[in-house]
């Protein structure tokens, strides 16, 4: 398949190391933030999500950490595996018509490469 | 499995020529959404329909339209194809209750 990680940074880490991918987001009234891994000639995978109020939230492996006066994502993966070697990119739910629906306004992506 | 398919997987088409993109979301899915990918960047969203009407549009031209199904299937339509319309075509659907989007494999359309 394509890559998609063509012109992104990329962050290199051994295999069994922890993991740290930053996101800056860009309008403080968003509301809702994911993490998502996409592999090459895929769509985006759901890694972990975490509301505006809230600041940190773990999943297996991962944790989401939320710098709202900053406006700050990041996403830290434990041990890392070569398996997680992928894109990874911040979303943002950016609220539209009164807050029941929104969309997701996605950020430039992150390439992780696991080295064994 | 993600439960949203899309259909070509992938597809070549000739520059103004119209194309159109299938989604089949999961049940009760009742919000989708489409989005373009570029090579090298992040999905960028075109519009988002509920209950079968537009509810939300980004930054594309009117020659990118859509459809919305009641058996939660969708359609994305370009006209008048140009060559920076080449990307990878994403569906993303959920409940209009809930947050969690989930996304299908997309479709790689190349125009030449």
């Known amino acids: 398949g394509e890559s998609v990680g063509l012109h992104l940074p990329t962050l290199s880490v051994q295999e069994g190391d922890n993991s740290i991918i930053n996101c800056a987001y860009s309008n403080s009234a968003s509301d809702y933030f994911i993490w998502y891994k996409q592999e090459s000639g895929k769509g985006p995978q759901f890694i972990i999500d975490?509301?505006?109020?809230?600041d940190k939230r773990q999943g297996q492996r991962v944790t989401v950490l939320l710098n709202k006066t900053v406006k700050h994502l990041s996403l830290q993966i434990a041990a890392t595996q070569p398996g997680d070697s992928a894109v990874y990119f911040c979303?943002?739910?950016?609220?539209?018509?009164?807050?029941?629906?929104?969309?997701?306004?996605f950020g430039k992506g992150t390439k992780l490469s696991v080295k064994p | 499995e993600t439960g949203v398919t899309q259909s070509p997987t992938h597809l070549i088409k000739t520059r103004g020529q119209q194309v159109t993109l299938r989604c089949s979301s999961q049940?009760?899915?009742?919000?989708v959404s489409w989005y373009q990918q570029a090579l090298g960047q992040g999905p960028q969203f075109i519009f988002q329909?509920?209950?079968?009407?537009?509810?939300g549009r980004g930054n594309f031209p009117p020659r990118f339209s859509g459809l919305q199904f009641p058996n939660y299937s969708s359609e994305l339509n370009v006209n008048a194809l140009e060559l920076d319309d080449s990307a990878l075509y994403l569906c993303a659907s959920r409940r209009q209750e809930n947050y969690g989007y989930t996304f299908g494999s997309g479709t790689r359309l190349t125009v030449v």
């Open positions: 049940s009760g899915h009742n919000t």
């Open positions: 979303a943002e739910r950016r609220v539209i018509y009164g807050g029941s629906q929104g969309n997701l306004i």
């Open positions: 329909y509920y209950r079968e009407e537009e509810n």
């Open positions: 975490i509301r505006s109020n809230m």
